[in-house]
């Protein structure tokens, strides 16, 4: 993976927006609308969300998608403490991955809120419970879930969270050839950053499909800082002692943009800047001489979900990733995708096509771009992909 980032500063507009009273149970967020190529947008704030239910189609899935998101990244953040002060029971899956209680946890959990405020939309995720129960990692996984999810008046079991977590398996539901609506989750991404510690990036992932078009995503990152904005990209990768106090929270809807908060801090007002990206392409590999007007290319850090974050909230410009392998997990790419086209940006295969979700006819769960994936400001992408074909070989050899 290549991840690129101008050097030219992000100019900043803030306004202050007040917040309204809403039933649900989403607090006030401090909100960060990004507008890549665009001009900035004011927009008011309405129930502690960046999109207002006039305008956002599937308002009711955003609102229970952010709580969900905030609620499993705190699960997260706790999990993974106790990882590192404890047995670790990280496991490693076929393709050499590793996953762990966490992963596990997280997608019990939002299997269980989205079932209940939505049944009848399934759920495509990444875990099953097979390797839950043969490495005796049920208790931990009940444990973590019960501590975060909304029980109601029978007390969750061990099979209750076993079947929510294959409620997103393989085996689950088999969708055909009809357009369909479902739910695409990647519990954990970067799933070695959050192994190692050391507060390396993650992000719980969350995407809505309708009839093969993504719809709204939300992304989680639980150890990005609020004060990142400020702070150059290579900078964000080398800093071991970011609190994880706070983080960040994006969210996107079709139509409406793709905005940006707080994670698990929460404010009386809403606070939105407009982040333009840099619109250059000079590269270098050397963060100590990145010139104006030049990118620095960065060595690759973190799960893909955290790349389009990038790109999506202006602190990056180019995510480039080479297809390895003949399959590609959809709920790797979903939710990145939708956040940066909703903020202006660009993201497509090497020969420029977009996505298709309803390739895997049955599962939902594979795609199939040609030679991989190219995401960008949008500003870069005919002159990438033009580069791309030209020099292929030197490419596909990175």
């Not at 106790?82 to 997280?106: C, H, M, W």
Request: glycine share 8%; net charge negative; proline share 5%.
């Amino acid at each position: 993976m290549i991840l690129v980032h101008s050097a030219r500063h992000f100019s900043t507009v803030r306004c202050t927006l007040p917040t309204s009273s809403s039933p649900a149970p989403l607090r006030s967020r401090v909100f960060t609308f990004t507008s890549l190529p665009r001009r900035p947008s004011k927009f008011k704030c309405s129930s502690g969300l960046p999109f207002t239910a006039e305008t956002a189609k599937y308002y009711k899935e955003l609102e229970a998608a952010i709580d969900v998101v905030e609620t499993a990244s705190k699960l997260c953040v706790e999990v993974q403490s106790s990882l590192n002060s404890s047995g670790r029971r990280i496991l490693e899956k076929n393709d050499q991955t590793p996953v762990t209680v966490a992963d596990f946890s997280v997608q019990a959990l939002i299997s269980l809120e989205l079932g209940r405020r939505f049944p009848s939309i399934p759920l495509v995720a990444e875990e099953d419970s097979a390797s839950v129960r043969a490495n005796n990692l049920v208790e931990p996984v009940v444990k973590a879930v019960v501590d975060k999810a909304s029980v109601g008046e029978t007390p969750l079991t061990a099979e209750n969270v076993m079947e929510a977590i294959d409620r997103g398996g393989p085996e689950a539901f088999t969708f055909g050839t009809q357009p369909a609506t479902y739910w695409l989750l990647d519990p954990i991404d970067g799933t070695r950053g959050f192994v190692e510690g050391n507060k390396a990036l993650f992000v719980v992932g969350l995407a809505l499909v309708v009839a093969g078009e993504i719809v709204l995503g939300v992304m989680g990152c639980p150890h990005w800082q609020e004060d990142l904005s400020n702070k150059s990209i290579s900078e964000v990768m080398e800093d071991k002692s970011i609190a994880s106090e706070s983080g960040l929270l994006m969210v996107s809807h079709i139509g409406c943009g793709t905005a940006s908060g707080m994670l698990l801090y929460h404010r009386e007002s809403e606070e939105w800047e407009a982040l333009p990206p840099s619109a250059f392409f000079t590269s270098t590999t050397n963060a100590d001489s990145v010139g104006d007007g030049q990118v620095l290319v960065l060595k690759p850090c973190c799960g893909s979900l955290c790349k389009y974050l990038m790109v999506a909230s202006g602190r990056g410009s180019v995510f480039i990733q080479r297809q390895k392998d003949k399959v590609i997990k959809a709920w790797d790419h979903a939710v990145g995708i939708i956040c940066v086209l909703e903020a202006g940006g660009k993201a497509t295969d090497w020969e420029g096509n977009q996505v298709d979700l309803a390739a895997d006819e049955a599962g939902r769960r594979n795609i199939y771009p040609s030679g991989g994936f190219l995401v960008t400001n949008g500003k870069l992408h005919n002159q990438l992909l033009e580069l791309i074909s030209s020099t292929s070989s030197t490419v596909l050899s990175r």
